[in-house]
Nanobody, 123 residues
Framework: QLQLVESGGGLVPPGGSLRLSCAAS????????IGWFRQAPGKEREGVSC????????DYADSVKGRFTISRDNAKNTVYLQMNSLKPEDTAIYYC????????????????WGQGTQVTVSS
């Protein structure tokens, strides 16, 4: 079964950190650019970060620049999102998505999506 599985979400206080993981099963991520997206209650899904297939180009939404870092470990078939200095407005369900392309995309044109992991930032 081809799927992406996110993990690492949870409840953290403002200023805290979390590391999300996106693991692929049934296929290799080597041929895919990976994006992280999030959707808060009552809001549209938005792109958070993405990393290209080779891992040397990363991009971030303005709202998370300087706080989030995306990385990939192709040997582990996993992509990570390190989230520091978390704010209440970061609360959302976070999804990873794989796009069979060298380049990232901020749109929904991805081949596979995970089921999401909840991140809640609250005191």
């Amino acid at each position: 079964q081809l799927q992406l599985v996110e993990s690492g979400g949870g409840l953290v206080p403002p200023g805290g950190s979390l590391r999300l993981s996106c693991a692929a099963s049934g296929f290799t991520l080597d041929y895919y650019a990976i994006g992280w997206f999030r959707q808060a209650p009552g809001k549209e899904r938005e792109g958070v970060s993405c990393i290209n297939r080779s891992g040397d180009i990363a991009d971030y939404a303005d709202s998370v620049k300087g706080r989030f870092t995306i990385s990939r470990d192709n040997a582990k078939n996993t992509v990570y999102l390190q989230m520091n200095s978390l704010k209440p407005e970061d609360t959302a369900i976070y999804y990873c998505a794989a796009r069979r392309s060298y380049f990232c995309s901020w749109y929904s044109d991805h081949n596979y999506w995970g089921q999401g992991t909840q991140v809640t930032v609250s005191s």
